[in-house]
């Protein structure tokens, strides 16, 4: 069974900065592109991020460029979102998924996805 685990939300002022973590058990995660997502009250889930199964080639929204940054630890299955100088505009659900080999920012294409850790910026 896949599975997916974000941790390290919170709540945080803005500027202030947060690192996520993604887990995932059950797929061979070396061979998986990774991908986070984020969804605020009342709108749809949109792209943050994604990293290929190699590590290199990262995506980012334009949002965040600049800001966050994605690394992944295939050794210890791991993704990481860290977020610099965050905006209260990047509140939200965020989620962490799974993509065979090639990323994408279209979130239906991605095959298994974590639960969400939530983040919470204020001004």
């Known amino acids: 069974q896949v599975q997916l685990v974000e941790s390290g939300g919170g709540l945080v002022q803005a500027g202030d900065s947060l690192r996520l973590s993604c887990t995932a058990s059950?797929?061979?995660?070396?061979?998986?592109?990774m991908g986070w997502f984020r969804q605020a009250p009342g709108k749809e889930r949109g792209f943050v991020v994604a990293?290929?199964?190699?590590?290199?080639?990262?995506y980012y929204a334009d949002s965040v460029k600049g800001r966050f940054t994605i690394s992944r630890d295939n050794a210890k299955n791991t993704v990481y979102l860290q977020m610099n100088s965050l905006k209260p505009e990047d509140t939200a659900l965020y989620f962490c998924?799974?993509?065979?080999?090639?990323?994408?920012?279209?979130?239906?294409?991605?095959?298994?996805w974590g639960q969400g850790t939530q983040v919470t910026v204020s001004s």
């Open positions: 990293i290929p199964s190699s590590g290199g080639g990262t």
């Open positions: 059950g797929l061979p995660f070396s061979s998986y592109a």
């Open positions: 998924a799974a993509r065979y080999l090639v990323i994408s920012t279209t979130p239906n294409v991605y095959h298994y």
